[in-house]
């Protein structure tokens, strides 16, 4: 791989994990917000709430994901212990 290329691969997965962090913080808020939301069945709610911070959950799994790549593309490709 190229200087260039490694580049261009480290500034994707930051552009990734920048990401996923909005979305997982969007998912977030959005779960708070339907929360504090009054529906006329709680268990619709329930369930939209469980599905929101599922999603941010995951997104910040991604992210971590994401972070680990950039740490080690920037140690020569080795991944830490």
């Known amino acids: 791989m190229s200087k260039n290329d490694f580049?261009?691969?480290?500034?994707?997965?930051?552009?990734?994990?920048?990401?996923?962090?909005?979305?997982?913080?969007?998912?977030?808020?959005?779960?708070?917000?339907?929360?504090?939301?009054?529906?006329?069945?709680?268990?619709?709610?329930g369930h939209w709430m469980d599905v929101a911070y599922w999603l941010a959950d995951y997104t910040r799994k991604m992210q971590a994901n994401a972070r680990a790549d950039i740490n080690a593309a920037n140690n020569g490709g080795v991944y830490p212990k």
Do not use: C, F, K, M
Not at 16 to 33: G, K, Y
């Open 7 to 45: 580049s261009t691969a480290i500034y994707g997965l930051g552009w990734q994990e920048r990401t996923l962090s909005n979305v997982s913080n969007v998912l977030h808020v959005l779960a708070h917000d339907i929360e504090l939301t009054e529906t006329p069945n709680d268990s619709d709610r």
